[in-house]
């Protein structure tokens, strides 16, 4: 089982496991934070911080371990923030939430279809522009048009599997998209916008555990025992989600929208230059820059 951690966590094996175990638990703990002030998810924050601290994006079995701990860190966040709001007294808007969450799924699903792949410099470089419009959205939410198709099921669906598409399409966290999504089709402040990101969560992130773990499985020879790890990895990371999560909506809970938007931006931003100068070096035949480039 050690050599399987090492072959799925390409470091330097003088590197210790209890280290690494530490070094995920930590990763995960941060991201859950921020998360949970914000409503983004770990597409956006562990994924890229085990590719770079971890070197989890190396090879593609790795790859598939980041994604299957940043998915188990974002379900056990939104599910520990969706129930302090639940009993705080917030109310949930069930027709909303149902089906966004339909859409959502057809969307994450329509994806595996598709018969073409675009390439991996490609998409970073895209992300990066995906993330600016993102954050230009959040930034000026006032100064458009007030929609709301909460009543309206086919426009919520579709609203739904748009987001499914391309969050899944371009492999990032949901979050980055469901947010600005809820604040220009359905009429939410901010809190509320971010509430709603972890609600449809829980329908989203057990997906996309199965879809992973499948893929993982599919390895050859290694495949089973690889899956082992990959799901006891995932539940070292839920601990570490639930103290984040409890940390970081403690601090939403008491924050004004304004406070949550910036901090939203602040993250979108910074995701969103990297991404461009990532995709940027790849094309020109380079590899990406790391997360930590700006520090």
Do not use: W
Not at 121 to 126: A, F, G, S
Not at 181 to 198: C, G, N, V
Request: charged share 10%; glycine share 10%.
């Amino acid at each position: 089982m050690e050599d399987i951690l090492y072959t799925l966590i390409p470091v330097d094996p003088s590197i210790s496991i209890p280290f690494l175990l530490i070094i995920i638990f930590l990763i995960s703990f941060f991201g859950s934070f921020i998360g949970g002030i914000t409503g983004l998810g770990g597409g956006m924050l562990i994924k890229p911080m085990l590719g770079n601290i971890l070197g989890m994006a190396s090879t593609k079995i790795s790859l598939y371990l980041s994604k299957f701990i940043s998915t188990s860190v974002v379900f056990s966040m939104s599910a520990k923030s969706a129930n302090m709001y639940r009993k705080s007294g917030f109310e949930y808007n069930l027709k909303l939430f149902l089906n966004i969450s339909i859409g959502l799924v057809i969307g994450i699903l329509s994806v595996d279809l598709l018969p073409i792949k675009i390439p991996g410099d490609v998409e970073v470089l895209l992300q990066g522009i995906l993330y600016t419009l993102v954050f230009f959205s959040v930034l000026l939410r006032n100064k458009y048009p007030k929609l709301n198709y909460s009543d309206n099921r086919f426009k919520t669906i579709l609203i739904g599997l748009i987001i499914g598409f391309l969050s899944s399409f371009f492999g990032i966290g949901g979050g980055a998209i469901k947010v600005p999504f809820f604040l220009i089709f359905f009429a939410l402040p901010m809190k509320q916008a971010a509430i709603y990101s972890f609600l449809v969560s829980l329908v989203t992130e057990p997906l996309k555990l199965l879809q992973y773990g499948v893929h993982i499985l599919k390895f050859p020879e290694i495949g089973p025992d690889a899956l082992k790890v990959s799901i006891l990895l995932g539940l070292l990371s839920v601990p570490a989600a639930i103290l984040g999560a409890a940390l970081g909506v403690s601090i939403q809970k008491k924050s004004s929208d304004r406070f949550i938007a910036n901090s939203f931006n602040a993250v979108i931003i910074y995701f969103a230059i990297i991404s461009i100068v990532s995709g940027i070096s790849m094309l020109n035949g380079k590899g990406p820059v790391s997360i930590f480039l700006i520090f």
